[in-house]
């Protein structure tokens, strides 16, 4: 999907999580994925390992 010349900025994105049809409804922060890297970081997560984190908001539908 591709912003059109002289379109709105801000309803281009607002549109975006309906045109990929996001299960949240909105697009991922930032500030999310900086969550994960720091708990992912930490002592908590120490144990972890092998593990894919995908953040995408219900975007890719899995099973």
Same mark, same amino acid.
């Given at each position: ?9 801000? *309803? ?8 990929? @049809?996001?299960? #949240?409804?909105? $697009? #991922? ?5 900086? *969550? ?6 930490? @002592?908590?997560?120490?144990? $972890? #390992?092998? *593990? @894919? ?5 219900? #975007?890719?539908?899995?099973?």
């Amino acid at each position: 999907m591709a912003a059109l010349a002289g379109a709105d900025h801000a *309803a281009f994105l607002e549109g975006l999580p309906a045109a990929f @049809d996001i299960t #949240t409804g909105r $697009i #991922t922060e930032p500030r999310e994925v900086a *969550a994960l890297i720091a708990f992912l970081l930490s @002592d908590v997560a120490g144990n $972890i #390992t092998g *593990a @894919d984190h995908i953040i995408d908001g219900g #975007t890719v539908k899995t099973l």
